[in-house]
Each structure stands twice: as structure tokens, then as C-alpha cells.
């Protein structure tokens, strides 16, 4: 192959990139907005600021493009878990950190937290049909059990914790908050979504979870 012709397959290839790259932003915004039902490829295109067709040469269709923008949300939240460097830290520190990101994520992210109940609505099907989802989301279990272990041997840690139960704890504690806080604010009649309110959030749910698994 010649220079210039690997030039041109290369530049031909960012190309590829930052199209795809923008399909997905769009059709996340466009998703995390109005849900799968309610999406639509016209609206994903104008805000992509692409042709329609294009669209479709990259994913067969909305179902298609929505399972990629479900496997994008993880893969960015699992590659900013791996940042923390959490089997680099004292056990202790390294389940508070989890947990303060996790909340931090949440509030920062709210398009993730709509695009899993648009998801769940659907009964996760998507996922299910998704290798690529779980080989993601395994490396993560994998590291808290490290944690657990780390922390039982050199005393600190009860033993018998499930990594997968205490993940998914972690994970509810801040997705329920968020994700009801209107009908949580109406209901107890406090703003639960106030500075004050947010912190004492956080602080109560690293002591919940820290008073699980410290011994």
C-alpha cells in the first residue's frame, strides 16, 4: 500500500469515527429524552447534524443504534471506575471511593440514569442481546472482590460479602435517591435535591455501606 493511500484509509477512517462518534451523542441526548418509544431517527440525525441514510449505513436501525448508545453509557462509566485505581487504595477508602463516585456520576450523568429506565422498561433486552455489555461490566465485580478480599485478610473486612449484592447496592442507593427525588420532595415535603441535602445523602450512604462491610 502505498503513503498516500494509507493517508487517505486513515483520514477515511477518522471520518468514520467522528461520525459514528456524533450518531451516538445525538441519538443519547435524543434517547435519554424521549426513550426508545419515543425516539426518533429524523430527530437523531438533525441533532448529529448528519444525513438520515448515513444513520443507517452505520446501525441497521433504532433498535440497533439504542443497544450501541446502552453499551457506550457502560463503557464510559466502567473506563472512569478504572481511573479510580481502587486496588490501589486501603480497602476502606477504596469502598468510600466507589461510593462517592457512583453518587458524583449520577448527579453528573443524568442521561445515564434515563437511559437505564428506558432499558429496564424494555426488560433490558437490548443488554441481554449484548456480549460486549457484560464482558464490560465483569471486570468491575471482579476488582470489588479484590477490595472484599484485600480488606478480610488484613482484618478490617467481615467475610461472605457478595461483590456483585454489594455493587448493586452501591448502585441503588444513589439511582433510587435520583431517580425519585420529585416524588420523595412531594411526598416528605423537603427538597431533597438542596446542597445540604445532597451531602447528607452521601454521607449516609457511605456509612451504610462502609457499616456493611467493615467488621
Not at 50 to 75: C, G, H, M, P, S
Not at 169 to 184: K, Q, V
Request: aromatic share 8%.
Amino acid at each position: 500500500m502505498s503513503k498516500d493511500t494509507d493517508t487517505t484509509a486513515k483520514e477515511r477512517q477518522r471520518d468514520a469515527d467522528r461520525s459514528q462518534g456524533a450518531i451516538l451523542s445525538a441519538a443519547r441526548d435524543e434517547f435519554a429524552e424521549h426513550g426508545l418509544g419515543g425516539a426518533r431517527m429524523d430527530r437523531i440525525a438533525e441533532r448529529a447534524g448528519l444525513n438520515k441514510r448515513l444513520i443507517y449505513y452505520y446501525f441497521e436501525d433504532k433498535e440497533t443504534l439504542f443497544q450501541a448508545v446502552l453499551e457506550q453509557a457502560y463503557l464510559h462509566i466502567r473506563e472512569e471506575e478504572r481511573k479510580l485505581n481502587l486496588l490501589e487504595l486501603e480497602p476502606a477508602t477504596a469502598i468510600r471511593r466507589l461510593v462517592e463516585f457512583t453518587w458524583v456520576y449520577y448527579l453528573e450523568n443524568p442521561q445515564f440514569l434515563t437511559l437505564l429506565n428506558s432499558a429496564n422498561l424494555h426488560k433490558a433486552r437490548h443488554l441481554q442481546e449484548s456480549q460486549r455489555a457484560r464482558e464490560m461490566n465483569s471486570p468491575l465485580i471482579a476488582m470489588l472482590g479484590e477490595v472484599l478480599e484485600h480488606g478480610r485478610r488484613e482484618g478490617s473486612f467481615r467475610g461472605g460479602v457478595d461483590p456483585l449484592q454489594l455493587y448493586v447496592s452501591i448502585a441503588g442507593l444513589s439511582y433510587f435517591y435520583l431517580s425519585n427525588n420529585h416524588t420523595l420532595s412531594a411526598i416528605f415535603g423537603r427538597d431533597l435535591m438542596t446542597p445540604k441535602a445532597r451531602n447528607e445523602r452521601l454521607t449516609h450512604m457511605c456509612d451504610v455501606i462502609l457499616g456493611y462491610v467493615l467488621k
